[in-house]
T-cell receptor, first 114, second 110 residues
């Protein structure tokens, strides 16, 4: 157990639908990062939050949005889902605003869009 | 934006053989991190390199940061089946927006 909790572990939904992925960072970590990993692909950076504020954005689609709440948990909202959105979505956390000390990843949410 | 090239994409080795993966950047890096992802698992942080020419060892793993801080390597001596997985390097833009290399997938035949 890495200390980063992601729910749900698996999600199957239809095209056009909207889903919410949840992440609780490791205790004491203020930064949350979201990554997308398609089948046998690398990790694509989506977005970073630090202590409730957005700090960096990657190639995140306009159909996707995220936020970090006062209790530091984060949610990634994916809407108007397409088949190509099927992927593993990882959340990671770090203690600092910067990832200089390495990220701790959760076990991921596997999203399947049918 | 920051980009990093990682080679090879795949590597098949016989158990006991050595393995090396390389990470190259066109720009000077402030630091580089290495992660391992087991099949079906999540990435796990291995190490961070910061200084020019830095060499760090973790048991059979040796990590090196180039003198110009534009490249790095991860070398595994005498691979074991437990080394199977994908090894990623990761670099960040001013500490934010950490970008991962495409990864090197290691297969070890017993």
């Amino acid at each position: 157990d890495s200390g980063v909790t992601q729910t749900p572990k698996h999600l199957i939904t239809a095209t056009g639908q909207r889903v919410t992925l949840r992440c609780s960072p490791r205790s004491g970590d203020l930064s949350v990062y979201w990554y997308q990993q398609s089948l046998d692909q690398g990790l694509q950076f989506l977005i970073q939050y630090y202590n409730g504020e957005e700090r960096a954005k990657g190639n995140i689609l306009e159909r996707f949005s995220a936020q970090q709440f006062p209790d530091l948990h984060s949610e990634l909202n994916l809407s108007s889902l397409e088949l190509g959105d099927s992927a593993l979505y990882f959340c990671a956390s770090s203690v600092a605003n910067r990832g200089d000390y390495g990220y701790t990843f959760g076990s991921g949410t596997r999203l399947t869009v049918v | 934006g920051q980009q990093v090239m990682q080679i090879p994409q795949y590597q098949h080795v016989q158990e006991g053989e050595d393995f090396t993966t390389y990470c190259n950047s066109s720009t000077t890096l402030s630091n580089i991190q290495w992660y391992k992802q087991r099949p079906g698992g999540h990435p796990v942080f291995l190490i961070q390199l910061v200084k020019s020419g830095e060499v760090k060892k973790q048991k059979r793993l040796t990590f090196q940061f180039g003198e110009a801080k534009k490249n790095s390597s991860l070398h595994i001596t005498a691979t074991q089946t437990t080394d199977v997985g994908t090894y990623f390097c990761a670099v960040s833009e001013r500490g934010f927006k950490t970008i991962f290399g495409a990864g090197t997938r290691l297969f070890v035949k017993a």
